[in-house]
């Protein structure tokens, strides 16, 4: 079939800032001029969100609409509700040989029947709540497999007959072979029977597999079955004998398709059969809550020593007999878990060549795909995504052919000049005509401009034949999903070049393009652009942090070091006690500089939430200071270093101001600012007076008083004779305030002269000595 069905009619969003000169410096400079009547400040130059692309378009809306991988929006192929069964879901359908339609539904296990006027009825209702497949005989006899507690029935003229009992519990899938012959595929051991005759099943093939999920007879009369949990797709030769074609990396092979040159189609996925169970499940006891019925544990080990082309995979052997089941399900309250598939592949279609050769045509992260169809030009398949329907063409460019806009459509049928398709959430069948319908709307997905925005225009580009029409619409709101707090539509819009805005100042905005053909012809929308101003908005400093640390000694003091220390001087000792020296005469003191000062940074973190470049000025005061004093301005960078001998001893506060003046018009420029915790300076080490010695029967005590100027003390230690820092004990058991007294018992010394050294440090670490020679 060569139709519009055969079309192969790209969406992300990128923004830009408008070049000068381009269409939208008109609405820039309009809006610019009315900056000081909004009530804000607006940036200083406008942002353009483009849609042009397949991706871009995809996430949008559509109503009668078609999408190629081009990007070009579209008419799509005429669709019309042909009809409802007012049940939730339709899970299959069939055509019989005199044309009329036949749907199984779920979930009270009805079955209707639609003739070629289109008149509908009830054909038949199961004992069963689930009806997941349908085959028509080659006699014209419907074939009905129903679940749980599964079974075949044959329908002739409305009236229904046992044909066939498994004892399984689900019937999944149903193939009429080419000499009458009826495959069965089953759930939960993976069985596939033949069917000869009323009663006359054979076990055909044991997959080891849980499920059964599609069944096909290709054009040899080869049976092909796809399988679930491990998603293995067979080619079946006769009883027992079969090759796995593709081993799926998805759970599921739902759909499969023989070609008559042997290629084969398949449609893979995760989760369909746990979503089944579920529903068939809650109808089997009646409800529609959460009850489930379970099933005794299996466990399933497949083993594949050859999976080379050619190789056999021998069913498992036969399990022992067991007790039968009881004829009444066993209930609890959990839901069956379907298979979570997030940031994985969720669903993907595959090509199975003559020579067994597997490609990937297409995959998706978000769409299952429950169905496929081949037609002349295209296959197509459908998915869970508000029921779309895609073609795929022979050069793997995907085309969105139509929306259902149901929850999914689960079954695609060739029909007299169209396809038909059915869907669930809301149990339908839709026909999809050969030409384009008569019109159509898209609805681009909600924009965020990030803050408050001033809208100018909305351009497109498209092509419009004779007789079709392209119009626009706008509105706009302050919620992410519109609601009843946005605005109405807008009149339509018209001008292609650049047509103003309408909608109010908001956050968000979305556009709407309305679609009309006219003969046969259908307008193409190629790409459309929309310029706003957004609002300017402030910086964000978010912290100060002031770090006192030890810098690198100078490199002057690094080389009157080195220079001090590499003098070379000789001494030569006589007998006679005299001493003759070359250069320099006497011996130098080494004088030993100062290892480190100390340096103070200042570092902070500051963004714009539009991304412009920041500009920042440091200020800094004492605290018994009233005014702010400039450190450094004008700058780029988020942080300062100074020598930390400029400030005196006190407590400081710094303060950041970030500004976005560089990237805005003065009136519109935005600042903040943060000021820092109060940051103690002290450069002054403490002072150590030392009081009185007292040697009492060679048992020595010292008194002594530390003192500080700036920060309270924080640690005192002693040495005696350098051997090591030993804590000392505050008079009043806490180190804690700027002055404090200390009384040292050191015991009993060896006789001689001993060294006594003791140091304290303040808050700031600056540490203060002084010694006592004790004899």
Request: with cysteine; glycine share 10%.
């Amino acid at each position: 079939m060569s139709s519009s069905l055969d079309r192969h009619p790209e969406a992300g969003f990128r923004e830009r800032a408008a070049c000068p000169g381009s269409r939208f410096a008109t609405a820039l400079r309009v809006c610019g001029a009315a900056a000081a009547l909004a009530g804000f400040a607006l940036a200083s130059s406008t942002t353009a969100w483009e849609m042009n692309s397949y991706t871009d378009f995809i996430r949008g809306r559509f109503q009668g609409i078609s999408l190629s991988r081009d990007g070009r929006l579209s008419l799509a192929p005429r669709m019309e509700a042909l009809f409802s069964t007012d049940e939730p879901i339709v899970w299959g359908v069939a055509r019989g040989a005199d044309g009329s339609l036949y749907a199984a539904t779920g979930h009270r296990g009805r079955i209707y029947q639609v003739d070629t006027a289109r008149h509908s009825k009830l054909l038949w209702t199961a004992d069963e709540p689930e009806v997941f497949a349908l085959a028509v005989a080659r006699d014209g006899a419907l074939f009905a497999g129903t679940s749980p507690n599964g079974k075949v029935y044959r329908i002739e003229n409305g009236k229904a007959t046992e044909y066939f009992a498994p004892g399984t519990r689900y019937i999944w899938s149903l193939a009429v072979a080419a000499d009458g012959a009826l495959y069965v595929g089953t759930g939960e051991q993976g069985k596939i029977f033949r069917v000869d005759g009323p009663g006359k099943g054979t076990l055909w093939y044991e997959t080891g597999q849980s499920h059964v999920t599609g069944l096909a007879v290709d054009p040899q009369g080869r049976l092909l079955a796809g399988t679930e949990p491990n998603g293995i797709l067979y080619r079946i030769t006769g009883k027992d004998k079969a090759f796995v074609l593709y081993d799926s990396s998805l759970p599921e092979i739902r759909a499969i398709v023989p070609m008559p040159d042997g290629t084969v189609y398949a449609a893979a996925l995760g989760g369909s059969v746990a979503r089944r169970i579920q529903s068939a499940s809650q109808a089997a006891q009646g409800g529609t809550g959460g009850a489930v019925v379970t099933s005794p544990p299996t466990t399933i080990t497949v083993e594949a020593q050859n999976t080379q082309p050619g190789a056999e995979i021998k069913p498992p052997e036969p399990a022992k007999p067991q007790a039968p089941a009881a004829t009444s399900p066993q209930v609890s309250t959990q839901f069956t878990p379907v298979v979570d598939m997030t940031g994985v592949e969720k669903s993907a279609v595959y090509r199975v060549n003559p020579d067994n050769t597997v490609e990937t045509l297409w995959s998706s992260k978000e769409e299952n795909v429950y169905d496929l169809l081949a037609l002349e030009k295209q296959l197509l398949f459908a998915t869970d995504q508000n029921g779309r329907i895609y073609g795929l063409a022979p050069d793997r460019r995907v085309t969105l052919v139509a929306q259902t806009d149901e929850a999914e459509t689960t079954r695609l049928l060739p029909a007299d000049n169209g396809v038909l398709a059915a869907t669930g959430n809301m149990g339908r069948i839709y026909r999809l005509g050969e030409t384009a319908g008569p019109g159509g709307f898209y609805e681009a997905p909600v924009h965020d401009a990030g803050t408050v925005a001033r809208w100018g225009s909305l351009s497109w580009r498209a092509d419009v034949p004779a007789g079709c029409s392209l119009r626009f619409r706008t509105r706009s709101g302050n919620s992410a999903k519109p609601d009843r707090t946005w605005s109405e539509w807008s009149e339509p819009l018209a001008d292609p070049a650049g047509s103003r805005i309408a909608s109010p100042n908001a956050r968000y905005i979305e556009w709407k393009a309305e679609l009309a053909g006219g003969a046969s012809a259908t307008p193409v929308l190629n790409g459309v652009t929309l310029a706003y101003l957004p609002q300017n908005s402030p910086p964000v400093v978010k912290s100060v942090n002031v770090v006192i640390q030890a810098a690198a000694v100078s490199q002057a003091a690094k080389a009157a070091s080195t220079q001090a220390s590499a003098a070379p001087y000789t001494v030569t000792v006589t007998d006679s006690g005299d001493a003759t020296a070359s250069t320099p005469a006497g011996t130098p003191t080494q004088s030993l500089p100062r290892a480190s000062a100390q340096q103070l940074t200042i570092a902070w973190q500051a963004e714009d939430p539009d991304g412009d470049r920041l500009v920042y000025d440091l200020y800094f005061r004492g605290d018994d200071e009233s005014r702010w004093k400039l450190l450094k301005g004008s700058m780029h960078d988020n942080s300062l270093t100074v020598d930390a001998d400029i400030f005196a001893d006190g407590k400081y506060f710094f303060r950041v101001l970030a500004s976005d003046k560089e990237a805005n018009p003065p009136p519109s420029a935005r600042d903040a600012q943060l000021v820092s915790a109060p940051v103690m300076i002290d450069n002054t080490p403490p002072v150590i007076t030392i009081g009185r010695v007292q040697n009492a029967g060679g048992k020595w005590s010292v008194e002594f008083e530390a003192a500080d100027a700036a920060s309270p003390l924080r640690r005192c230690e002693y040495s005696l004779d350098a051997v090591g820092w030993i804590p000392a004990e505050a008079a009043d058991g806490v180190i804690d305030s700027m002055r404090e007294r200390f009384v040292l018992d050191l015991g009993t010394l060896a006789p001689g002269e001993h060294l006594l050294v003791i140091r304290a440090a303040d808050s700031a670490n600056n540490t203060g000595t002084a010694k006592r020679i004790l004899r």
